[in-house]
């Protein structure tokens, strides 16, 4: 049997890449052969993480079918998130915290979606659940997980359950959490040299919202005003974006990890469903979102459920 | 906060009976206000285990938005298998062990799907990690169920976990699962006055497959024969079917419990493509599949592969 892959989603964030390299650790001490490869650039949030504990990045391919046709997918389970030839192979498991969509199986898999913050917080679980005994290391990059997924424990998607797995990997890792994580968000924000496309590329990801394809590109920033004096370029790439990839709606959502708020500029054919959804009004394609930090929680369940309305 | 309803698929079986019972027990042990409910009638299996466990029948209802926003899905997770105004309300568990097909969520939730024979093994595992105690009774019902979807342990879909499972429950409940469970299948099996389209809708499923819909009704029998003396009436019920609900194909899978080998009818305008997917020729609309007892593991995967190729 050939041996399966585990990777996260495009345009990979810390969460993404520190699941397969901790998922598949925890496989393949339970005897089941796995490596973990990611599906894109290693942002400078995870290339920190990674360094501070040691660790080398997966593996970056773009097709699975030729050398696999056994995948285990983490933290993502949409098609149009994951390798552009999942349909060539069978994904056997699903480890995921996010919403469940354009997902389909012809057999029964092992699926664990959890309503928590991250990813690391299940996996914590199921090492657990397997008696299996979490290296310092991979201790230390599950913690950089919960880290950034929650934005140092801010963000409405952190739950009781991340807070307690984090407090229990930080005794792993021997580093201490908020000031480790302070300076992890901080290298993960220092956004100087990065290109309008850049910018709207590192965190980005398509949902299927009423038939149509949304795109969403996260920037998290310190200073959120160095991304909008980007402006103008954002656009003209966001604009390039939606042609080539046939979206209704490109949102950029400029995180303030400080303040806990977001700036959002949108284009795109469905901008006013987008105002309509947010209950605000766009002034030069532009919003300040009080108190929005995660796309998960705040922004794809609103637009999801404005297009379904209009569908 | 209204109440959680907990419910199994349409045309429920002894695991979606027993399944929405057991885990509403447990929500409610850990504090979560919830009623098990059905979507159909107790076929004659379930009604043999819900007397010998002195348990009394969930609440019969059509609809759920009337009573609450909130739902949990158990031992199924196909839209059209649930109840019809399912997209009116939030689902906001699923515990299962079928493929995942035509289900989808606009926030994450918590979804636990594993490949095992039964939802009892998985209810098992979340009893255990919730250090909830299983009541006795209910111990006999989720044993109830794993004999049931196991065939007493001979189906394909019979997992190691299921074996362990069952004998732990065994011990709580206090029978002898072998002969405990012989009686309740020939319970189950006992077919005697049933008309055709009683026959065909005790245990039915759709699926979606390739744009089309397939309905899957499976009858255990000790004699088959006792049924396939029905054929005619069978075909004409199925003919019906197909027309009212849009079917491509209706295929009655005949399962002889004691020798494990299924006799099939199927009608529709996608015979020829349950041929290719079987490899056998009909001969008067039936044919015999050796070894195949499980819709679930052998004939589901093989037809939404045939239908797949051919959309």
Not at 2 to 15: E, I, N, Y
Not at 40 to 62: M, S, V
Not at 96 to 119: K, Q
């Given at each position: 049997?050939?041996?399966?892959?585990?990777?996260?989603?495009?345009?990979?964030?810390?969460?993404?890449?520190?699941?397969?390299?901790?998922?598949?650790?925890?496989?393949?001490?339970?005897?089941?052969?796995?490596?973990?490869?990611?599906?894109?650039?290693?942002?400078?949030?995870?290339?920190?993480?990674?360094?501070?504990?040691?660790?080398?990045?997966?593996?970056?391919?773009?097709?699975?079918?030729?050398?696999?046709?056994?995948?285990?997918?983490?933290?993502?389970?949409?098609?149009?998130?994951?390798?552009?030839?999942?349909?060539?192979?069978?994904?056997?498991?699903?480890?995921?915290?996010?919403?469940?969509?354009?997902?389909?199986?012809?057999?029964?898999?092992?699926?664990?979606?959890?309503?928590?913050?991250?990813?690391?917080?299940?996996?914590?679980?199921?090492?657990?659940?397997?008696?299996?005994?979490?290296?310092?290391?991979?201790?230390?990059?599950?913690?950089?997980?919960?880290?950034?997924?929650?934005?140092?424990?801010?963000?409405?998607?952190?739950?009781?359950?991340?807070?307690?797995?984090?407090?229990?990997?930080?005794?792993?890792?021997?580093?201490?959490?908020?000031?480790?994580?302070l300076e992890m968000l901080k290298a993960g924000a220092d956004l100087s040299g990065k290109t309008a496309e850049e910018l709207i590329s590192l965190d980005a990801?398509?949902?299927?919202?009423?038939?149509?394809?949304?795109?969403?590109?996260?920037?998290?920033?310190?200073?959120?005003?160095?991304?909008?004096?980007?402006?103008?370029?954002?656009?003209?790439?966001?604009?390039?974006?939606?042609?080539?990839?046939?979206?209704?709606?490109?949102?950029?959502?400029?995180?303030?990890?400080?303040?806990?708020?977001?700036?959002?500029?949108?284009?795109?054919?469905?901008?006013?469903?987008?105002?309509?959804?947010?209950?605000?009004?766009?002034?030069?394609?532009?919003?300040?979102?009080?108190?929005?930090?995660?796309?998960?929680?705040?922004?794809?369940?609103?637009?999801?459920?404005?297009?379904?309305?209009?569908?």
């Amino acid at each position: 049997m050939t041996k399966a892959l585990v990777f996260g989603h495009k345009s990979p964030d810390t969460d993404t890449i520190t699941a397969a390299i901790a998922y598949s650790h925890l496989k393949n001490e339970i005897g089941f052969e796995t490596e973990a490869v990611r599906l894109g650039e290693i942002n400078g949030e995870t290339a920190y993480a990674l360094e501070q504990f040691n660790a080398e990045a997966p593996r970056l391919i773009d097709k699975v079918a030729g050398e696999t046709d056994r995948v285990i997918l983490v933290d993502h389970n949409e098609r149009q998130q994951s390798v552009d030839d999942l349909d060539e192979v069978k994904v056997i498991e699903v480890i995921d915290h996010h919403r469940i969509a354009n997902f389909e199986t012809s057999d029964p898999i092992y699926f664990r979606a959890e309503p928590v913050g991250c990813t690391a917080t299940i996996l914590l679980k199921l090492y657990k659940e397997h008696g299996v005994e979490i290296p310092k290391n991979i201790a230390g990059l599950m913690l950089s997980a919960i880290i950034s997924d929650s934005l140092l424990f801010k963000s409405p998607t952190c739950t009781e359950e991340d807070v307690k797995a984090a407090k229990e990997l930080e005794k792993i890792a021997g580093v201490n959490a908020e000031e480790y994580g302070l300076e992890m968000l901080k290298a993960g924000a220092d956004l100087s040299g990065k290109t309008a496309e850049e910018l709207i590329s590192l965190d980005a990801k398509v949902f299927e919202m009423g038939g149509h394809h949304v795109k969403i590109a996260q920037v998290n920033a310190v200073d959120p005003q160095d991304i909008l004096n980007l402006q103008e370029e954002i656009e003209k790439a966001a604009e390039t974006a939606i042609e080539e990839e046939k979206l209704a709606l490109f949102a950029v959502v400029v995180t303030d990890i400080l303040n806990s708020n977001s700036a959002i500029i949108v284009k795109g054919s469905h901008v006013s469903l987008a105002e309509k959804a947010f209950k605000v009004t766009f002034i030069n394609h532009t919003a300040l979102l009080e108190g929005v930090v995660s796309r998960k929680k705040q922004i794809v369940p609103v637009l999801t459920e404005a297009f379904n309305e209009e569908a």
